[in-house]
């Protein structure tokens, strides 16, 4: 059986996940964090969400809660498991457990057209763009960022 045909679950990580955080990182984003980089997050308060299916990481939310506002700083999802919901599963349930919360913002590549249409369907709204945010690609291009941010409507976080 192929991995991610099975149900998924998700649980808050720990320093004991971050070997599979960092390899699933190293695998999804040219500007990976590095293993230290994760271990110092945690140390400092940032908040780890994993999905799993059969005991191997799907994906995760790596975000960091300051105040009332969330934001999120990677969502990564196993190319094995692709446009199967995981990453919608964890947006989910990261704004339907963030009880006080007023905002959860993050940004994405501009070119990132499915992570745009997942957002915009969990109800955030583009608010910006960073020009030449992220680091030059294998062609040289620095690309956009588009600043993404939604309000949980009253009762929905919590």
Known sequence: MPFCSQSFS?????????????LLNRLCFEECWSL??????????????????????????LSLTVLD???????AVSPDCRRMGVA???SRYLIDHAAGIQA??????????PARAL????????TGYRKQYYAPNA???????VLLMMQPAAGEAG
Do not use: K, W
């Open 10 to 22: 998700l649980r808050a990580g720990t320093q004991e996940d971050l070997h599979a955080v960092c």
């Open 36 to 61: 230290q980089s994760l271990y110092s997050a945690l140390e400092s308060g940032y908040d780890l969400l994993l999905c799993e299916q059969a005991g191997r990481l799907a994906g995760f939310i």
């Open 69 to 75: 506002e969330i934001q999120i700083m990677q969502v």
């Open 88 to 90: 919608r599963r964890m």
């Open 104 to 113: 959860v913002s993050l940004e994405v590549r501009l070119s990132n057209a």
């Open 119 to 126: 957002y915009a369907s969990l109800g955030f709204s583009e």
């Open 139 to 145: 062609a040289g291009i620095c690309e956009d960022a």
